[in-house]
């Protein structure tokens, strides 16, 4: 069994920052790729970045220059840095990630979600 669970949403003024982590637990033998999604009101979901376990790295458009994912494999954790905050970055920010179990199985996971409300 494996969960994640993510931290650090909030309110925050525009121009602001804010670090969301998203930490996994269990029976892991490797974290594979990871990415962070959201959804902002009446919109659809949408990639924000990702991070294959090879450490290549992708952003949305709209986030590029802004925000920046990293992993502590140590940790089982990921992170995503996000500065320089626009009122239409409020969202739902949702973790997502590949893993293989300690029985070489491979899964998806998502987190629950944390909000993110980013005020003008």
Same mark, same amino acid.
């Given at each position: 069994?494996? =969960? ?17 982590? &998203?930490? +996994? ?10 990415? $962070? ?53 409020? +969202?739902?920010?949702? &973790? ?9 199985? =491979? $899964?998806?996971? $998502?987190? =629950?979600?944390? =909000? ?5």
């Amino acid at each position: 069994q494996v =969960q994640l669970v993510e931290s650090g949403g909030g309110l925050v003024q525009a121009g602001g920052s804010l670090r969301l982590s &998203c930490t +996994a637990s269990g029976s892991i033998s490797s974290i594979d790729d990871m990415a $962070w999604y959201r959804q902002g009101p009446g919109k659809q979901r949408e990639l924000v970045a990702r991070m294959a376990s090879g450490r290549s790295t992708n952003y949305g458009d709209s986030v590029r220059g802004r925000f920046t994912i990293s992993r502590d494999n140590a940790k089982n954790t990921g992170y995503l840095q996000m500065n320089s905050l626009k009122p239409e970055d409020t +969202a739902v920010y949702s &973790c997502y990630a590949v893993i293989t179990d300690t029985t070489f199985a =491979q $899964w998806t996971y $998502w987190g =629950q979600g944390t =909000q993110v409300t980013v005020s003008s």
